[in-house]
């Protein structure tokens, strides 16, 4: 069955760094764009980046332009975010996303919560 | 990159139907046959109700429908059933590959 499983969650002080990652099994990774979507706490969901099956396109919300960085290691089977320069606004869950059976959002991962606090 | 915008909070009876809206732009709803519709109960993970505007994925009830017009999209679930309550988000394709939310409306059924 398809699973994706996020890691990499945790408090971290402003200005600081965290990669997080999202392993995934259950369906050919490599064919399959990503996404990360976001979920600050008692809030609603925010879109925040996509990756092309290939890795070649990279597209971000504007908040994290500059800051996070999207990829992926389809021999591994793992999606990243690296999150650079980190701001109290972007505590949040994070979910990774993929489109396998839809043009939408059709499974999720669990989530990872992170945290920026000093 | 706004922001979809929903009602903060909709309730109904068991048994009545309720419709949810979510307001866009010509940027986003008006332009794709993408909206799509989350359900997400708390502490989980969001779950697709409806997607490409009405198409429902395999295993939700068709007690949830969804429909559009110009840049409004609703989705309407019919026959509330208690296990119904639950947050409920819309999202869109904004165009140059990227995609937004809406704000998320409550459904509380009374």
């Known amino acids: 069955q398809v699973q994706l499983v996020e890691s990499g969650g945790g408090v971290v002080q402003p200005g600081r760094s965290l990669r997080l990652s999202c392993a995934v099994s259950?369906?050919?990774?490599?064919?399959?764009?990503m996404h990360w979507v976001r979920q600050a706490p008692g809030k609603g969901l925010e879109w925040v980046a996509l990756?092309?099956?290939?890795?070649?396109?990279?597209y971000y919300v504007d908040s994290v332009k500059g800051r996070f960085t999207i990829s992926r290691d389809n021999s591994k089977n793992t999606l990243f975010l690296q999150m650079n320069s980190l701001r109290a606004e972007d505590t949040a869950v994070y979910y990774c996303?993929?489109?396998?059976?839809?043009?939408?959002?059709?499974?999720w991962g669990q989530g990872t919560l992170v945290t920026v606090s000093s | 990159q706004s922001a979809l915008t929903q009602p903060a909070s909709v309730s109904g009876s068991p048994g009545q139907s309720i419709t949810i809206s979510c307001t866009g732009t010509s940027s986003d709803v008006g332009s794709y046959n993408l909206v799509s519709w989350y359900q997400q109960h708390p502490g989980k993970a969001p779950k697709l109700m409806i997607y490409e505007d009405k198409k429902r994925p395999s295993g939700v009830s068709n007690r949830f429908s969804g429909s559009k017009s110009g840049n409004t999209a609703s989705l309407t679930i019919s026959g509330l059933q208690a296990e119904d309550e639950a947050d409920y988000y819309c999202c869109s394709y904004a165009s140059s590959s990227t995609w937004v939310f809406g704000g998320g409306t409550k459904l509380t059924v009374l």
């Open positions: 996303a993929t489109t396998l059976v839809t043009p939408n959002f059709d499974y």
């Open positions: 259950g369906f050919t990774f490599r064919t399959y764009a």
């Open positions: 990756i092309s099956n290939d890795g070649n396109y990279k």
